[in-house]
Structure formats: C-alpha cells, structure tokens
C-alpha cells in the first residue's frame, strides 16, 4: 500500500470523526471558532503520530512478553503521559491556545481517535513507516473535518433563518450529520 493511497484513506474515505464516529467531543465542542478548531486538529495530529511513534515499538514489547492483551491499557496510559506533555508544552510556549482549548486540551487524553488510530496500525499490520504515516493522514483528516465544521457553525451561527427549534444544538448535529453524509461520497477512493 502507497504511503499516498494511506493518506488519502485516511482523510477522506476512513476519516476517523466523520465515517468511523471518534473523536466527536472535541469536534462538536471546539469547532465553534476557527482558531481553537486549528489549535485541537494541529495537536490532535501531533498526538497522534507521538502516541504511534511510542505504541506501535510498546506493542512489539508487549507481545514479546505474551502479555499484548493488555494493549489498551498500555496505549491509554502513553496517550495520557503524551497529552500531559503536549499540555504543558502549550502553556508554556502558546498560552493564548492553551486557554482557548480549555477543558478540551486534557480531553484528547480521552479522544477515542487517538488510542483507535494507535490500535488500527497495529490490526491493520503496518509496519513503523505506514503507521506514522497513516496516524498523520488521521490527524490530518480530524483537522480537516474541524475547520470545515468550524466554518459551517459560523454561517449557521449567523443565520437568523435558522428556526428556533433547530437553534443550538439540534441543528449542530444535523450540520455535522449532513457534514459525514458528504463525506460518504468519497467511498471507494482508495
């Protein structure tokens, strides 16, 4: 498999908040500006391919030992370490970011997408490169799906035509249902 075709898939056929349904906390919670939408999706990348890079060489330790079942536990407890790391990196060196993503930035310890990213490298049997690679293509597709999301909630946001029953949260999820229906198009890509 071509590392292009990886990250194509990944973007836009198996993108991992609009066609396998992770990640959806940060990205119905985030996307409301485009600034904050950019900051979760640029860490969200940066987590996902650190937390491949550490996994994926765990998950050939764990099996080694014959002890691979406890994978989840593992990855959960590297994700967590790496977010805290990421977390303090922000604080220090972009505090406006930090404060933007709030309570946000400790949920990508939670973000399913970060430990299904890490997990599928490791069921899909690629090896290190095709892991990194496709752990950024994620990353990439969960930035893309932010930004487009974030631009939607503004015109929706903006739009008085919206009726007051559909107002907040009801149309959000509508628009973001719409959003993954348009993105099933892009089936049978790669």
Not at 109 to 130: F, P
Not at 168 to 179: D, F
Request: aromatic share 12%.
């Amino acid at each position: 498999m071509s590392y292009f075709s990886i990250i194509l898939g990944m973007i836009l056929v198996n993108n991992y908040v609009l066609a396998q349904f992770l990640g959806i906390c940060p990205f119905l919670g985030v996307s409301k500006k485009l600034d904050s939408s950019v900051g979760m999706g640029v860490a969200v990348i940066f987590v996902m391919v650190l937390a491949t890079a550490v996994t994926w060489p765990v998950q050939l330790l764990l099996d080694s030992f014959g002890i691979g079942y406890l994978q989840t536990i593992v990855f959960i407890l590297v994700i967590a370490s790496l977010v805290q790391f990421v977390e303090m990196a922000l604080k220090k060196f972009i505090p406006s970011l930090h404060k933007a993503l709030g309570v946000f930035l400790p949920l990508i310890t939670t973000n399913c997408a970060v430990l299904g990213v890490c997990i599928t490298n490791i069921d899909e049997g690629y090896n290190y490169i095709q892991a990194l690679v496709n752990s950024f293509g994620a990353g990439v597709g969960f930035l893309l799906a932010m930004v487009i999301f974030s631009g939607m909630r503004k015109k929706i946001d903006d739009n008085p035509a919206v009726p007051k029953a559909f107002q907040g949260s009801p149309i959000v999820l509508v628009t973001a249902a719409l959003l993954s229906l348009a993105f099933m198009g892009f089936g049978g890509l790669v």
